[in-house]
């Protein structure tokens, strides 16, 4: 009788398929990663009960009314594609120019951004935000 | 004369690096991930140009406006008046906090205008409207 030795089953950790775990979670990774950062136009509020007196020539005050139409110092009707030339001069005249902008209280905030991106644009550092009820 | 014949060119491409390659891209991809943290549907942002990107996400608290005139925190909804409270207690925990005012297109600037006065109140001075990038 020929007794055979019994086979031995081989001590290593079978590798073969790492591979394809590896690929299942990359595959995960890859459809779960959002790339999009936060983004957007920053701003700094003043403190609350915070008033300054402000020299009337040195403030530009732009009022948007529900139709996204634009006037400035109350006098000027612009467009919206006008207002970033316009500031530009005017902060060119004046260098400590305050931009204060005004929106009416139905004012789409699309329209609002619209205007204060422009601002933005211009180069403006110093802009106020009125709330519309005064 | 005996000729042999010459030892060809293995032909397979060797594959047993693609383990090490997928490795390094999955540590990539768990390393870059960021889960979206908090979602209220049905808000479309408005689009700007001169828009700057919110760097440290920690700092980062989110307040959602809907076109619905609806307030929502992180993505719970709350009153106009909860939000100076709510905020007062985040400012004082992370003095670094910027919230990331996040408004429908259509909402009224009036009703957003309050929602930053509340803001003041709380001593949450950095804010952040969020906007898309125009294309």
Redesign the interface.
Known sequence: MALQRRKKSSPEIP?GS??DI??L??VF??V????N????????????GESKKIQKKNICNIWVNVNGEILINLSDQLSITQLRADLERRMVANDKLIISLK????????????V??EV??SGAERIS?A??SE | MNFKKKGGVAQSIPTGSMADITFLLLIFFMVSTVFVRFRVSGIILPKAEKVEELKKRRHINYLWVSADRKIFIDDKVANIDDVAGIFYQRRVADPRMVVSVKCDQRAPYGLISSVLEELRKADALRINFATDRKR
């Open positions: 590798t790492m591979a590896v690929f979670l990359l990774f890859l779960t990663t959002t790339m950062q936060d983004k957007g136009i920053g701003m700094q509020l003043p403190p609350e929106a009416d209280e139905d004012t789409p905030y699309e329209t609002f951004i619209h204060l991106d933005k644009l935000l709330s519309p």
